[in-house]
């Protein structure tokens, strides 16, 4: 098995967060215009005035719709849309696809990884033989490439025929 490391992964991530970007839009946006035209309380209650900002249940949301997307494609497909771009995918370290209880284990690990813009997740990944971060190692999960993968033509080197950057 190819493992893989923190270059690849990192641009898998920065995909999935563009994906959550866009998901996430949506609920933040009515979150805010929900509380906005909501009742204001305080000495200008009844003059027109409103709260601003989004409601904390919107903010329970948008905390737990990373954790639900990586959860759910990856238990679902084995991969993140960064991740199938990229031609990489989550097994089990025998190689098997991963379940839900994997998907589970090493996403509720992925706040721990997150801190510091994911220095915690580098760090694991680079003293890791089989470049796990504490999800992976948690979850008996490892991050490969896909068997006969195609090579995205914006990651071949110039000039050369089929040959990707490693």
Do not use: C
């Not at 027109?48 to 949301?61: A, I, N, R």
């Amino acid at each position: 098995m190819a493992y893989v490391g923190v270059g690849r992964r990192a641009v898998a991530v920065i995909l999935d967060l563009i994906v959550l970007a866009s998901l996430g839009s949506p609920i933040w946006l009515t979150g805010w215009v929900f509380n906005a035209t909501g009742s204001s309380t305080g000495p200008n209650q009844g003059f027109g005035t409103v709260q601003m900002g989004v409601s904390p249940w919107t903010g329970v949301l948008l905390a737990l719709l990373p954790f639900a997307y990586f959860t759910l494609m990856e238990g679902a497909f084995g991969a993140t849309a960064g991740k199938m771009l990229l031609g990489l995918r989550v097994v089990k370290l025998d190689g098997s696809p991963i379940d839900w209880q994997e998907a589970i284990i090493r996403n509720l690990l992925r706040y721990i990884d997150e801190f510091v813009l994911y220095l915690v997740a580098a760090i694991s990944v680079w003293t890791s033989p089989t470049r796990q971060r504490l999800g992976d190692r948690a979850a008996g999960t490892v991050v490969v490439r896909r068997a006969h993968a195609a090579v995205p033509a914006w990651t071949r080197a110039p000039g050369a025929e089929g040959a990707a950057i490693p």
